[in-house]
């Protein structure tokens, strides 16, 4: 991680909604650097106690992976890839307001991950407006993800996916 940045976490915020509003801001003034995206990550059944360690690690060691493969496929430069992979939130037992079924919730992780401008193409289809193929189903074949969905980030719309993002978490 590049530590030239000035992450919104180094200071205080009494409000959840002033530290939202401090990411929303500080990942808007990387626009000109990166494309911002969202993703979540569904896994596979792993029991019905959370255990955010054990899907956090799950993450950030076979999922982003994955990206920094896609992204630097020299081995050497792959832990410089992504620029920023901290930003992430696990949930098991939170749910929509409006659902209304008492049915198995998984265990799932919410993300955004910033790509260089410069390195989009290796892992964004402009044509499709998704996930390269092969990066798609290199992440699929993670034997423990079920799903993924990724969405680009339109600019002034940070705010609304942090929010999402944070909803309902202490922070």
Known sequence: MITEH????KQIYPTKSELSD???LWFESKYAEWDLFTLTVVFKSGGMKPRPDR???EYKRR???KFRKSLEPKATNQELALPFEEFFYYEKDDSSFFRTSKSHKPHHIHALLPIR???TYRVWSTDSEDLQDRLKRDILSIDTVQSILVERIANQATVNWVKYVLKGKSV
């Not at 000035?6 to 976490?9: A, N």
Request: charged share 20%.
């Open 6 to 9: 000035i992450e919104p976490w």
């Open 22 to 24: 401090a990411w929303s």
């Open 55 to 57: 899907w956090e690690s």
């Open 63 to 65: 999922v982003l992976q």
């Open 117 to 119: 401008k410069t390195q």
